[in-house]
């Protein structure tokens, strides 16, 4: 496919609204969009991963609200306005799908679409298996589906997530103080380098720190977007988005419930799902999804030529799969420029 920047929303843009609500005790923020001049044919919630905010579907955000639908773009535990407590228990998936499905009635909703990249892909197929009568359909995007198993495993024996020792450890919090810091790390792991072309950032090792001071500005944020994230990313600091990296072991018990399931191979996801892999992404590649097929019922692939952030690089491909899927799901408005 042939990509083009497609339209994008900015912070303060006038067609989102920044909302806040009480799920389980804690307060959410998140971005709400209107289909314009018409009734919602659905609503879709939009889960980011690290480090990454709401605003990270700002490609996506107009397109979904062009089909029709109402647009619900969360911060995640420990982000931006959302509240960010200090235990480990509040980032597991199982609180953000009882987190999600909160939302979902506060705003009377039975039924749901999602999506999710990154952690917020992991997070799309948990809330799925908790919620399947509330999710009608979800999409993932560079994260394909690990079912459970019956013993643990942690996701850092394999050589592509040993910067998940890093990120769940001391150091990122400890180093990372500061807007100016944030700043830094911000840069490093939206792929930029340094004027010799620097490495700050692989799966393999994690942050280079020495490197931090002399990386370049990224090229897939603005300055103003940069801004934002990083003025969002201070409110908290690290520990908070840290912590999704320290829930493996809570994870493993939360789903035993679902192990048997797993291993008799009665694990099957009912409704429509789509998976968008990053052809070049070095965390998720797209080998990781090999087999993936026995868990769905009606599971459609694509893949796009971008790194892990796909959804920035190769925004116009993504929504072009995007509108292609929901296009069986939803009666898209014949006014939508498909």
Same mark, same amino acid.
């Given at each position: 496919?042939?990509?083009?920047?497609?339209?994008?929303?900015?912070?303060?843009?006038?067609?989102?609204?920044?909302?806040?609500?009480?799920?389980?005790?804690?307060?959410?923020?998140?971005?709400?969009?209107?289909?314009?001049?018409?009734?919602?044919?659905?609503?879709?919630?939009?889960?980011?991963?690290?480090?990454?905010?709401?605003?990270?579907?700002?490609?996506?955000?107009?397109?979904?609200?062009?089909?029709?639908?109402?647009?619900?773009?969360?911060?995640?535990?420990?982000?931006?306005?959302?509240?960010?407590?200090?235990?480990?228990?509040?980032?597991?998936?199982?609180?953000?799908?009882?987190?999600?499905?909160?939302?979902?009635?506060?705003?009377?909703?039975?039924?749901?679409?999602?999506?999710?990249?990154?952690?917020?892909?992991?997070?799309?197929?948990?809330?799925?298996?908790?919620?399947?009568?509330?999710?009608?359909?979800?999409?993932?995007?560079?994260?394909?589906?690990?079912?459970?198993?019956?013993?643990?495993?942690?996701? =850092?024996?394999?050589? @592509? $997530?040993?910067?998940?020792?890093? &990120?769940?450890?001391?150091?990122? *919090? +400890?180093?990372?103080?500061? %807007?100016?810091?944030?700043?830094?790390?911000?840069?490093?792991?939206?792929?930029?380098?340094?004027?010799?072309?620097?490495?700050?950032?692989?799966?393999?090792?994690?942050?280079?720190?020495?490197?931090?001071?002399?990386?370049?500005?990224?090229?897939?944020?603005?300055?103003?977007?940069?801004?934002?994230?990083?003025?969002?990313?201070?409110?908290?600091?690290?520990?908070?988005?840290?912590?999704?990296?320290? =829930?493996?072991?809570? @994870? $493993?018990?939360?789903?035993?419930? &679902?192990?048997?399931?797993?291993? *008799? +191979?009665?694990?099957?996801? %009912?409704?429509?799902?789509?998976?968008?892999?990053?052809?070049?992404?070095?965390?998720?590649?797209?080998?990781?999804?090999?087999?993936?097929?026995?868990?769905?019922?009606?599971?459609?692939?694509?893949?796009?030529?971008?790194?892990?952030?796909?959804?920035?690089?190769?925004?116009?491909?993504?929504?072009?799969?995007?509108?292609?899927?929901?296009?069986?799901?939803?009666?898209?408005?014949?006014?939508?420029?498909?």
């Amino acid at each position: 496919m042939a990509d083009s920047r497609p339209d994008k929303i900015t912070p303060g843009d006038s067609r989102i609204q920044s909302k806040t609500a009480l799920l389980n005790g804690t307060t959410y923020s998140y971005l709400l969009a209107e289909p314009r001049g018409t009734p919602p044919l659905n609503t879709i919630f939009l889960i980011h991963g690290f480090p990454d905010l709401s605003l990270g579907w700002r490609y996506q955000i107009p397109v979904l609200t062009s089909l029709g639908l109402r647009v619900v773009a969360l911060d995640m535990m420990g982000y931006s306005g959302t509240d960010a407590p200090e235990e480990i228990k509040y980032y597991t998936y199982k609180r953000a799908a009882d987190d999600v499905a909160s939302l979902a009635k506060q705003l009377g909703l039975s039924s749901i679409i999602l999506g999710g990249h990154d952690w917020g892909g992991a997070v799309v197929y948990r809330i799925a298996m908790h919620y399947p009568k509330l999710v009608s359909a979800f999409f993932s995007v560079c994260t394909p589906f690990q079912p459970p198993k019956s013993y643990y495993v942690p996701a =850092t024996v394999m050589p @592509n $997530f040993k910067y998940q020792l890093q &990120f769940g450890g001391p150091d990122i *919090e +400890k180093e990372i103080v500061g %807007e100016e810091k944030i700043r830094q790390f911000l840069n490093a792991m939206y792929g930029s380098r340094g004027p010799k072309g620097e490495l700050a950032f692989d799966v393999s090792h994690g942050v280079y720190m020495e490197n931090l001071p002399i990386l370049q500005h990224t090229t897939l944020l603005s300055e103003s977007e940069l801004d934002y994230y990083v003025q969002r990313y201070a409110i908290h600091g690290m520990h908070g988005p840290t912590n999704w990296y320290r =829930t493996g072991e809570l @994870n $493993f018990e939360d789903e035993k419930v &679902f192990a048997k399931a797993t291993e *008799e +191979k009665k694990l099957k996801f %009912e409704m429509p799902v789509l998976y968008i892999g990053g052809r070049r992404d070095t965390a998720l590649p797209p080998a990781l999804s090999a087999g993936m097929e026995k868990w769905f019922r009606n599971l459609t692939r694509g893949e796009v030529n971008a790194n892990h952030w796909a959804l920035w690089e190769k925004p116009a491909d993504v929504n072009q799969y995007l509108k292609e899927w929901l296009g069986g799901i939803v009666a898209i408005p014949i006014t939508a420029n498909l």
